[in-house]
């Protein structure tokens, strides 16, 4: 496939005032919609807020904000954040959000995942748009006090009005993401990349990692000794932080010669893992769909799967190795 030339958008290019007079309603006040509320109502906009009766119901209260029903939100809004979890999300927008929308309105999600795979399906008299941010709720709010902002996947899904990029941008520079800089793509394109990352680069990195573990304690080293080598010890992510600045490549500089010759000279050893032929099977799955059914029809039938993942998890053995090597090296809370 060839690659397509990305378009990022920053500060310069997004105009508030697209957004001049309009009341913008965050509905979900939970990990993005508190932070994204704060940052919008900071950048100068009028922001009510729709929850339910709940613990985030009284924090938006507490916050200042001027709080109703979901469906009371949506009725006084020109621009509404659709911020609740992706899951309850289409009963959430057909009982209380679409029979209240304005022809005309913004309509903004910050995942792609219902409208890309059909769950959701906007009336076509509205702008609906995308901003979703590669960063958790907290540090949507942090980076942007903090003056720097974080980076965003944006889209324009529909443009009923003709005003629908400028909108976006708009909304976008509000949130506090054009100071980072937002790419625009489709929202199915969002949907998949995070998809992506979640079933195949998790997995395959989370087996790499158990498999470590395994050789080395069936080779007789102590679990303790194991996870701090691989993990515990921070130095993992210190690397991780060294890629992020310099890069993939240029951080093996901060590794002494022998590991970089013994890294370099035996990477060859794990080439031949079938990795990508399964990740391309993974990646087929999210984009026609597949993956998107199986979810829906896992979730009608009410399975307590996640009960179960847990009480099997619960049972490894890593759970006591890990609490060991925290308690001995002062790790976490354990310290
Ligand atoms: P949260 O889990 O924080 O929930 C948001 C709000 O929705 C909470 O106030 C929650 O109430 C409320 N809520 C839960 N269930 C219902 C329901 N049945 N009806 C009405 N309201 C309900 O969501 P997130 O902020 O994590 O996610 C919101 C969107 O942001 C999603 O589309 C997600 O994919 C996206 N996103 C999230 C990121 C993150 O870091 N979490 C990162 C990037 C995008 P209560 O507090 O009572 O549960």
Same mark, same amino acid.
């Given at each position: 496939?060839?690659?397509?030339?990305?378009?990022?958008?920053?500060?310069?290019?997004?105009?508030?005032?697209?957004? #001049?007079?309009?009341?913008?309603? %965050?509905?979900?006040?939970?990990?993005?919609?508190?932070?994204?509320?704060?940052?919008?109502?900071?950048?100068?906009?009028? %922001?009510?807020?729709?929850?339910?009766?709940? #613990?985030?119901?009284?924090?938006?209260?507490?916050?200042?904000?001027?709080?109703?029903?979901?469906?009371?939100?949506?009725?006084?809004?020109? %621009?509404?954040?659709?911020l609740v979890p992706d899951?309850?999300?289409p009963k959430v927008y057909t009982e209380h959000v679409v029979p209240h929308l304005r022809a005309g309105a913004v309509l903004d999600f910050a995942s792609?995942?219902?409208?890309? @795979?059909?769950?959701?399906?906007?009336?076509?008299?509205?702008? %609906?748009?995308?901003?979703?941010?590669?960063?958790?709720?907290?540090?949507?709010?942090?980076?942007?006090v903090a003056g720097k902002g974080f980076p965003s996947f944006i889209a324009l899904h529909q443009d009923?009005?003709?005003?629908?990029?400028?909108?976006?941008?708009?909304?976008?520079?509000?949130?506090?993401?054009?100071?980072?800089?937002c790419l625009l793509m489709s929202m199915h394109d969002e949907a998949a990349l995070?998809?992506?990352?979640?079933?195949? @680069?998790?997995?395959?990195?989370g087996q790499?990692?158990?498999?470590?573990?395994?050789t080395l304690i069936d080779a007789g080293y102590p679990p303790e000794a194991v996870l701090l080598e691989l993990y515990l010890s921070g130095e993992l992510i210190y690397?991780?932080?060294?890629?992020?600045?310099?890069?993939?490549?240029?951080?093996?500089?901060?590794h002494s010669h022998t590991s970089q010759y013994g890294t370099v000279t035996r990477s060859a050893k794990f080439a031949d893992l079938d990795l990508k032929s399964r990740m391309r099977a993974v990646l087929r799955e999210i984009q026609d769909g597949t993956f998107a059914r199986e979810w829906s029809d896992m979730q009608a039938q009410g399975a307590?799967? @996640?009960?179960?993942?847990?009480?099997?998890?619960?049972?490894l053995p890593l759970n006591e190795w890990e609490t060991r090597a925290r308690r001995a090296f002062k790790i976490g809370d354990a310290g």
């Open positions: 496939m060839p690659h397509v030339t990305s378009k990022i958008f920053y500060d310069q290019d997004a105009d508030l005032s697209a957004l #001049a007079g309009m009341t913008v309603a %965050v509905v979900g006040y939970g990990n993005q919609g508190r932070a994204q509320a704060l940052n919008i109502r900071d950048a100068g906009l009028s %922001v009510i807020v729709g929850n339910i009766a709940d #613990a985030s119901f009284a924090q938006a209260q507490a916050d200042g904000f001027a709080t109703f029903p979901i469906a009371g939100a949506c009725a006084q809004a020109d %621009v509404v954040l659709l899951e309850v999300m792609g995942y219902n409208v890309a @795979f059909g769950l959701i399906v906007p009336p076509a008299n509205i702008d %609906v748009i995308l901003i979703a941010p590669r960063m958790i709720g907290l540090g949507v709010r942090d980076t942007v009923a009005t003709g005003q629908g990029m400028a909108r976006l941008l708009a909304l976008a520079k509000a949130v506090g993401t054009t100071r980072a800089g995070d998809l992506f990352t979640e079933q195949a @680069f998790g997995p395959a990195f790499v990692m158990m498999s470590a573990i395994e690397s991780f932080q060294k890629i992020l600045e310099v890069g993939m490549l240029k951080q093996m500089d901060y307590g799967m @996640f009960e179960r993942v847990r009480e099997l998890r619960a049972q």
